[in-house]
């Protein structure tokens, strides 16, 4: 067995505090696990912050990240989000369930099985923190 996890800071402002932890776990069979997990905390009040507690516009945000998503992976509009093998559920995107920041970056990271199959890997998108800092409930800059 064997098991690693690694913590880093990710970002830090007076409002917001963005957390990385890369781990992996190994407890027999064909493979082990690895993936990421974003925490962000709200530096005011030190309570652990939901993803959606992270926005003012989430339903503008969820659009202008399905945009960036769809050009990264040539993904034409007129075409499901799935066309190309991925899995969003319901053929509809989603933000994945870890999103990060970093000094100049925001980071929607998916982690195996979310939206692909384990052999394809993570899938990850960063976004630049100017261009969508005004759908954030928190000074991300």
Request: net charge negative; with cysteine.
């Amino acid at each position: 067995y064997e098991v690693s996890i690694d913590c880093k800071l990710g970002f830090q402002c007076k409002s917001l505090i963005s957390i990385a932890i890369d781990s992996y776990v190994y407890t027999g069979g064909a493979h082990g696990y690895g993936g990421v997990s974003y925490i962000n905390i709200d530096a005011i009040n030190g309570k652990k912050l939901s993803n959606k507690a992270l926005f003012k516009d989430y339903n503008g945000f969820v659009n202008y990240a399905e945009k960036a998503f769809r050009s990264q992976h040539r993904i034409p509009d007129d075409s499901p989000i799935n066309s190309t093998g991925f899995f969003f559920e319901n053929e509809t995107f989603s933000l994945p369930e870890n999103i990060g920041f970093t000094n100049t970056e925001v980071i929607l990271f998916y982690n195996p099985y979310e939206i692909s199959s384990y052999a394809e890997g993570s899938v990850e998108l960063k976004l630049n923190k100017q261009e969508v800092a005004t759908y954030f409930a928190f000074d991300v800059l």
